[in-house]
């Protein structure tokens, strides 16, 4: 975060960098060379510290956005909301910025829902929240906002994915860490070959890879649009083994829609340590197999004796020692018949008479896992931003005239229905359709004003509805006909009032494109849309 330094407003500092140098990039006396200088600054701004920042801030002499001021160096800031619980306020707690920690806590009941075998996954929709140091850009940048993630838990010796396969052959654009740094364009990639040559770390981050850009390219996004970002080194959290966002290119820029991590072990190995609670898997060997274990046997009378209340707690620190931590404690204790152990501030001197380190060995059948995470986290206002800004047309000829591209499947409201006028014979008609599309639960907008069929059809492709039923004086005869118009081309068939619904249905699934129904209903040349 960077101030301005008289008026005290706060700012984003990546951000502030970012549009800065977008502002360069448009005014004319910048020179090619300034621009390629500051095109790298931009590939690389993603993995700067604060000190790289004042860098930047300083040599290209950035101010307020606002003011035109000067601006503090960088600062920290904590992004998660602080808050109270309770009368008093005394506990103080965050809102939570991601919705993944609820499905951590819950691992044991999802393991054992799962018949106590991996890999297994979870999903969640739900609330985060970010406080946001200047939110902005409508729903880009906000403070509460819906995301939804799903946990893939996952043996961290074998992250392969039995569904693959299946989209081995997909192609993305990927926009590696290493072509960051090199200063070289995003490459696209068959995600079989990026997992296979080690630029995705693994199987299983791979497939959800392939399924997040079959997903954002159904519900509306660009394809030419549309790259996946790999983490660089700095950036990246540093438990992560690797981690890719999806990102959009709208009016704002690239913006981040969805992340995909390996967060590793990390998430539920912190949770065991601060409740005692194992979250880990058991796998079965094929044989068993003889371990050499190495414990702390504390003797607990004296422990109560010496330190009371804390005996327990005492007990529970000795039981979380990793084995190279007992190997030192053992060597204290041989050396010099005492070891201090440190729990948060407090230390407690422990005699060889209250500890010892016992060595044993025993048959195991089974094998604990600490499940590694592999997590696609969406942000939904940023997806659906994007498809909005990529839905956004206007008419050839006519840029007066905008409508939304919305597919089928994703728009609000599947068809309008359009009586040619508002004359009374039309109303039985109008029933009949709606029946006929209240059996396959398709929404739909009827539209009866006095208004012109050109006016209303342009009314309806303004809001994305994506298909137009017309009703017109041919309609009263038997068997009753519709016309059905496509919004995009604007183009229309005629067919009976009775085969609407399902194809209607067909085509707000996928199952059906409009270049099928085009092939087997006659094409209807009405009157012009104007």
């Not at 299983?204 to 970002?229: I, N, S, W």
């Not at 060595?359 to 592999?374: A, G």
Request: hydrophobic share 35%; with cysteine; glycine share 6%.
């Amino acid at each position: 975060m960077v101030k301005d330094l008289k008026t005290g407003d706060c700012f984003r500092a990546d951000h502030l960098i970012k549009n800065s140098i977008e502002k360069l990039f448009t005014d004319k006396k910048t020179t090619a060379d300034l621009k390629n200088e500051l095109q790298d600054v931009l590939a690389r701004l993603e993995g700067f510290d604060d000190k790289d920042m004042q860098e930047v801030i300083s040599k290209y002499k950035f101010k307020s956005p606002i003011t035109g001021n000067d601006l503090s160096e960088p600062v920290a800031f904590n992004l998660m909301f602080p808050t109270q619980i309770g009368p008093t306020g005394d506990f103080k707690a965050y809102l939570r910025p991601e919705t993944a920690q609820g499905i951590f806590v819950n691992f044991k009941r999802l393991l054992e829902f799962n018949q106590s075998k991996l890999p297994f996954a979870a999903a969640q929709i739900g609330l985060g929240f970010r406080n946001e140091i200047s939110p902005r850009q409508g729903l880009i940048r906000v403070r509460e906002f819906t995301m939804c993630e799903i946990e893939h838990f996952v043996d961290p010796t074998d992250k392969s994915h039995p569904k693959f396969k299946k989209v081995a052959d997909y192609v993305l654009t990927l926009f590696s860490a290493c072509n960051q740094m090199d200063g070289h364009p995003a490459k696209e990639w068959k995600i079989g070959d990026a997992v296979t040559q080690g630029v995705v770390n693994n199987e299983t981050l791979g497939y959800y890879m392939a399924r997040c850009h079959q997903y954002l390219l159904k519900v509306g996004v660009d394809p030419r649009r549309l790259r996946f970002r790999q983490h660089l080194a700095n950036e990246m959290a540093h438990y992560a083994q690797d981690c890719w966002d999806a990102e959009i290119l709208t009016s704002y820029g690239w913006i981040e829609c969805v992340g995909n991590a390996d967060r590793a072990c990390y998430d539920l190995r912190q949770h065991y340590k601060a409740t005692n609670v194992k979250l880990v898997a058991e796998k079965v060997l094929p044989a068993p197999k003889n371990i050499d274990v190495v414990e702390a046997a504390p003797v607990m009378n004296i422990l109560g004796k010496e330190f009371r209340q804390s005996a327990k707690k005492i007990q529970t620190a000795l039981s979380q020692l990793t084995p190279e931590q007992l190997a030192e404690v053992e060597t204290e204790l041989v050396t010099n018949k005492l070891y201090n152990l440190k729990i948060d501030n407090e230390t407690y001197p422990l005699t060889d008479k209250m500890l010892a380190v016992k060595k044993h060995s025993k048959t195991v059948y089974v094998e604990e896992i600490e499940p590694s995470v592999i997590e696609p986290s969406y942000g939904i206002g940023r997806v659906m931003y994007a498809v909005l800004e990529h839905a956004f047309r206007q008419r050839e000829g006519d840029e007066q005239r905008c409508f939304l591209v919305l597919p089928p499947l994703v728009a609000p409201i599947k068809c309008s229905v359009l009586p040619i006028s508002n004359n009374v014979v039309f109303e039985p008609i109008i029933e009949l359709v709606r029946e006929e599309l209240a059996r396959y639960d398709l929404s739909h907008k009827v539209d009866d004003s006095g208004n012109t069929i050109g006016r209303r059809y342009a009314r309806t492709d303004e809001i994305g509805i994506p298909f137009g039923i017309t009703i017109d004086f041919e309609s009263e005869q038997k068997p009753h006909t519709v016309t059905l118009r496509h919004a995009e081309s604007m183009q229309q068939i005629r067919l009976e009032i009775s085969e609407v619904g399902r194809l209607l249905s067909d085509l707000s699934t996928g199952r059906q494109q409009w270049s099928d129904a085009q092939a087997k209903y006659p094409k209807f040349e009405g009157k012009s849309d104007e």
